[in-house]
Structure formats: structure tokens, C-alpha cells
């Protein structure tokens, strides 16, 4: 309740004490009464005239203590709603701080693999110089980059193609952990709300390489490849 209802209720309250006595003096006069019957018929006239209005104040009060304990149970109820409110957004943050832990753990898991395939010997038993996966990309690079002919790559790019063989298995690893990886790193963006992270990068950049002979070979999605070409800083 506004305290300047208040103060209007006890100036009219005042006013009207002072009314009443002030008819006393004017039906009766200044000088107490002597005879009891007197100050009976004031006494009843007086309570009369206070109890409504001292039942009213009593009324105005318990209204006003009722508007106090509102005002403050809206304070704490807001109060409240701003704890629980911050709670539940530091617990988002901390799901969305373990579920990037999380999969940053995949992500290095997939490149510990993608790593120990590219280190695959893949060149006949026995030929000089042995030939890795690693080697083999390098190859793929040179030759798009500058032309030319390579008969080992071209060899590499066909027994890829031929069920069976362990270059097939190898590229057929190799584009699985490759899509893995883009699907990973996607949800790693959306967690940490950034695209182009620097670690998003990185790992981009290493598998971009890779691309090549997988291209090749016709072994990733038009999806995969044009997200590895949006992200690695290698493609632009």
C-alpha cells in the first residue's frame, strides 16, 4: 500500500477525533460534567463515533502489512527466478564444457588412427624404396598441383579400387575415419559455437591432405568434402 494513503487515513482519522470533541464542547461546554449520566451519554456517543473508525484503521493496517509481505515475497520470488535461473546456466556450461572434453577425446582418438594409417606400407613386399600411405598422398599432391606422371600413385589409385587387395582395405579405413572425423569435428563447432576454431582448423588442415587420393578413387561424399573445404585454411 502506498504510505500516502496512510498518511490521508490518519489525517482523516485526526480529523475526525477532533470533530468529535469538538461537538462535545459545543452540546455540553468546557467545564466537565458532574452527574454520571453525563458522561455516559458522552461516553456512548464518542464510542459510537470511534469504534467504526479505529475497526476501519485496524482494517487499513492489516491491508498494509498484507501489501508488505506481497512486495516482499515478489522480491524473493524474483530473487529466486534470477538463483535458479543462473544455476541452470552454469550447468549448461558445465554439460556443454564435459561434452567438448568428450569429444576432443574422439577427435584425438581418430587422428592417433588416421595417423597410424597413413604410416600403412602399402608398396609390395620386398620393392625399394617401401612405400607408405603418407608418401603416396604427398604424391597425389604433387601431381595435382603440378601435373606429370607417377606409375606408383597410379598403381596406389587402382588397387584401391579392387576388393581384396590391402590398399583397399587401407582407403576404405582411411575414407571411414575421414567422414568420422568431419562428423566430430561438427559437433565440437556446435558445442563451442564457432566454426573456425583454431584446434576446428587444425585438424581440418591434417585431414584435408587426405583428400586427394580419396578423391581419386571416388571414395567421399560431396558433404564431406566440401566441409574439410570450408573449415581448412589449406583450401582457401
Known amino acids: 500500500m502506498n504510505s500516502r494513503i496512510i498518511r490521508v487515513a490518519l489525517a482523516i482519522a485526526l480529523i475526525l477525533i477532533v470533530g468529535v470533541v469538538t461537538a462535545y464542547i459545543l452540546q455540553f461546554g468546557v467545564v466537565p460534567a458532574s452527574e454520571q449520566g453525563t458522561w455516559g451519554q458522552f461516553g456512548d456517543y464518542f464510542a459510537g463515533l470511534l469504534n467504526p473508525l ?12 498484507i501489501s508488505i509481505q506481497r512486495e516482499e515475497l515478489r522480491r524473493a520470488s524474483e530473487h529466486l527466478s534470477e538463483q535458479t535461473s543462473l544455476a541452470r546456466k552454469q550447468l549448461d556450461e558445465l554439460a556443454s564444457d564435459r561434452l567438448a572434453q568428450e569429444l576432443l577425446h574422439v577427435i584425438k582418438e581418430i587422428d592417433a588412427r588416421l595417423d597410424q594409417v597413413t604410416r600403412t606400407v602399402v608398396s609390395p613386399e620386398g620393392s625399394e624404396p617401401s612405400l607408405t600411405v603418407s608418401l603416396l598422398v604427398a604424391e597425389g599432391e604433387r601431381l595435382r ?39 566430430v569435428l561438427a ?42 573445404a570450408t573449415v581448412s585454411d589449406k583450401h582457401h
Not at 479505529?54 to 502489512?65: C, D, K, T, V
Not at 606408383?152 to 582407403?171: I, P
Request: aromatic share 12%; charged share 15%; with cysteine.
Open 54 to 65: 479505529f475497526a476501519m484503521l485496524a482494517f487499513l493496517a492489516l491491508i498494509w502489512s
Open 145 to 183: 598441383a603440378s601435373g606429370g606422371h607417377s606409375a606408383a600413385y597410379h598403381q596406389f589409385v587402382r588397387l584401391s579400387q579392387e576388393k581384396g587387395t590391402v590398399v583397399e582395405a587401407v582407403v576404405r579405413e582411411m575414407t571411414h575415419l575421414v567422414a568420422e572425423m568431419q562428423d
Open 187 to 228: 559437433q565440437f563447432s556446435q558445442v563451442r559455437g564457432s566454426s573456425y576454431a583454431p584446434l576446428i582448423v587444425y585438424y581440418a588442415n591434417k585431414v584435408y591432405r587426405l583428400l586427394t587420393p580419396l578423391e581419386d578413387v571416388h571414395a567421399i561424399t560431396c558433404t564431406v568434402r566440401e566441409f574439410y
